[in-house]
Structures are given as C-alpha cells and as structure tokens.
C-alpha cells in the first residue's frame, strides 16, 4: 500500500519542527527569539537566512522558495507594534494577515485579542513557519496556503499587508485586492519601509516608526517606516484632506523612536 502524501506545507513543517529541534551554533540555524520592535512576539528566525536556504537547498538536492520568513521584516514589524499599541484595532475581529510570512503580524493580532486569525503566505514554508511560531507564542491563527488575490479572500473584518510592494508586478495585483475588502467593510492596514512600489497616492499614512533592521542586505541599522491606509473611492474621509506624500500633516502620526 502506498503511503498517503503530504501536502507542501506539512512536509515544509515536518522539516522545520527538525530544524527546531536538531541543537547546535553556527549561522545556518534557527533560534527561537525575541523580535526586536516587537519583543511581546518570539519567531524561529535563521541566524543567517542565506546561509540557512543555501544548507536547505543542498540537502533538498533542488531549488527552495526564498526563506522570506526566517528574517523579521521592517514593514512587518511596524504593523505588529501598531497592533499592540492599539489592541482596538483587532480585539474582538476577524483578521487576515496577507502574505504573512514569519506570522508576526497575525500573531500580535491574535495578542491584541482577535476573534479569528488568518494567516495567508504562498509559499509552504511560510504556512509551516506561521504554525510553528503561533504554537510558540501560544495563540491560535489558522495558517493557509495558496494565492488570494484574484479571489475576496477569507471574510475579514482587519485586513493586514507588511512589507507586501517589493514587487512591481506584485504590487500592480495587491492594490485591488486590497481596495475590494476597503469596499466590502474591511479595515486595511499596510506596513511599507518605502520598497519602491507603493502607490503613496493612493494611501494615507497613520502611523511612523524608526525600526531596527534585521533583515539581510541592509546597510542602515533602523528604517522609518508608515503604516498606512488605502483611500476609498479616491479619499479617505478619515484622513482629512492632503496625501500621504507630505501635504497632510497628519496629526495622527505616532512617530516611535
């Protein structure tokens, strides 16, 4: 008989629960720590991830998705902290925490208080990344796989995106999916350190942090980086009148050293 098939993201947890448990120093492993801006929040976090994905890939004998999960990304970090000092934001909702990565943000989301956590990454590492770091900060997120941008997505009362425009393409696609939860009802939250695709004029900043770097290929030891908000139908009566791009004074800026 032959033995039933695990999907990608079981397999992918299979191996990370080894990685987790195989002890040892050197760069290519994962620690359990305190996230830097966020020390509430612990993640399994490569010491080096490039390290840690070139050791995977050759005990795989095949190419592995970038480990975008194993480093704590600024955008991330600064929608966690934002969560956390404005528990109100989730407490009681549904959230969906999009291209979720490590989890961060929908783990501080379940410790604000939310009613249910999503937690939606494309690639399985990520979905098992989630689960074991959810299980380690002991609350509950429901961890799935697969691309939802052509579709509505999970029912959400909080929708959340760090650092989710480092790409053109990627960011041509997460817009609309984004402004189509604005119009159902959702509120949209999105942590971006000014990747380079962010459409500012279209989106109002609500808050500003000053964010240790941790992730790889950075030279700067803190990025500033906003929390922001998409416009709906062109302006958001919240935000009053101005943008984003430094015409609004934006007297709602918490600016967190």
Do not use: C, K
Not at 13 to 19: G, I, T
Not at 157 to 176: I, T
Not at 207 to 214: D, E, H, I, L, W
């Amino acid at each position: 008989m032959l033995a039933p098939m695990r999907s990608p993201a079981a397999a992918a947890l299979a191996v990370l629960e080894r990685e987790i448990d195989v002890p040892g120093e050197g760069l290519d492993r994962l620690r359990l720590v305190a996230t830097p801006f966020v020390p509430e929040v612990r993640l399994h976090l490569a010491e080096d991830a490039i390290v840690w994905w070139a050791r995977m890939e050759a005990a795989a004998g095949h190419a592995l998705p970038p480990p975008y999960w194993a480093s704590a990304w600024a955008g991330g970090q600064a929608l966690a902290r934002h969560l956390l000092d404005h528990p109100e934001l989730a407490a009681g909702r549904r959230v969906l925490d999009l291209a979720a990565g490590s989890g961060l943000v929908a783990i501080a989301a379940a410790l604000a208080g939310a009613a249910r956590v999503v937690a939606n990454d494309i690639d399985p590492y990520a979905v098992a990344a989630v689960t074991v770091n959810a299980r380690a900060n002991r609350v509950a997120v429901a961890a799935v796989g697969g691309d939802l941008l052509d579709s509505d997505g999970p029912e959400a009362d909080l929708l959340v995106a760090g650092d989710a425009f480092y790409d053109r393409r990627l960011a041509e696609r997460m817009l609309p999916f984004l402004r189509r939860a604005v119009a159902r009802g959702a509120r949209v939250l999105v942590g971006d350190p000014d990747r380079g695709h962010l459409p500012r004029d279209l989106l109002d900043a609500v808050a500003s942090y000053r964010v240790p770097t941790t992730e790889p290929a950075v030279d700067s030891p803190v990025r500033r980086v906003e929390v922001l908000r998409p416009r709906a139908g062109g302006a958001d009566p919240e935000a009053g009148s101005g943008s984003a791009r430094g015409s609004n004074p934006m007297p709602d800026v918490a600016d967190r050293p």
